[in-house]
T-cell receptor
Framework: AQSVTQLGSHVSVSEGALVLLRCNYS??????LFWYVQYPNQGLQLLLK??????LVKGINGFEAEFKKSETSFHLTKPSAHMSDAAEYFC???????????????FGQGTILTVHP | GAVVSQHPSWVICKSGTSVKIECRSL??????MFWYRQFPKQSLMLMAT?????????EQGVEKDKFLINHASLTLSTLTVTSAHPEDSSFYIC?????????????FGEGSRLTVL
């Protein structure tokens, strides 16, 4: 079984400041890890994913995340926050590729990012 | 990119009635779709895995007789909330992946907000 813990349900930053959203995972097998963004009353949009290739993953909108096996972490960062980044962010884990298991995601609790002008 | 569409986006119904939510993959064939439920200010919880041409697989604690899932074609899965009650009010989100690309991205619908009066 796998699980995800997002540290901090709310993160507030100033426009232009560094964004750091924390995610730790637990998995008995090598995980696949994802970050999604959700705007109010909308579905989820994939920001980036780790699938056992490069440990530093670059995503859309300037976000990136680094897989650290020793720390069981997959923190999301962005060097300079923009007002449009304000949303809720979910970290998710799944196991394996192929078959139905790939799509069976376990989500973290979510982190609401607020960006102040 | 691939698109998953849900309908309706919003639905309000009276207690005791049934509501059907559709999830369509618009430009790919989805052999597997997933239904999630999201309560206010909470994360997404997987309800069931919908398999084209076969019975859905429900997660522990999800009543299969209350949440009927039908995946009759490669582009359509439906979730019917039967005899809805106020506690069923939630945001329901489906996701799907291209059946010809099992390691590909999981696409999410826009979500359907159900309010049961």
């Amino acid at each position: 079984a796998q699980s995800v813990t997002q540290l901090g349900s709310h993160v507030s930053v100033s426009e232009g400041a560094l964004v750091l959203l924390r995610c730790n995972y637990s998995s008995s097998v090598p995980p696949y890890l994802f970050w999604y963004v959700q705007y109010p009353n909308q579905g989820l949009q994939l920001l980036l994913k780790y699938t056992s290739a490069a440990t530093l993953v670059k995503g859309i909108n300037g976000f990136e995340a680094e897989f650290k096996k020793s720390e069981t972490s997959f923190h999301l960062t962005k060097p300079s926050a923009h007002m449009s980044d304000a949303a809720e962010y979910f970290c998710a884990v799944s196991v394996g590729a192929g078959g139905t298991s790939y799509g069976k995601l376990t989500f973290g609790q979510g982190t609401i990012l607020t960006v102040h002008p | 990119g691939a698109v998953v569409s849900q309908h309706p986006s919003w639905v309000i119904c009276k207690s005791g009635t049934s509501v059907k939510i559709e999830c369509r993959s618009l430009d790919f064939q989805a052999t597997t779709m997933f239904w999630y439920r999201q309560f206010p200010k909470q994360s997404l919880m997987l309800m069931a895995t919908s398999n084209e041409g076969s019975k859905a697989t429900y997660e522990q604690g999800v009543e299969k007789d209350k949440f009927l899932i039908n995946h009759a074609s490669l582009t359509l899965s439906t979730l019917t909330v039967t005899s809805a009650h106020p506690e069923d009010s939630s945001f329901y989100i489906c996701s799907a992946r291209d059946g010809y690309n099992p390691a590909g991205e999981l696409f999410f619908g826009e979500g359907s907000r159900l309010t049961v009066l």
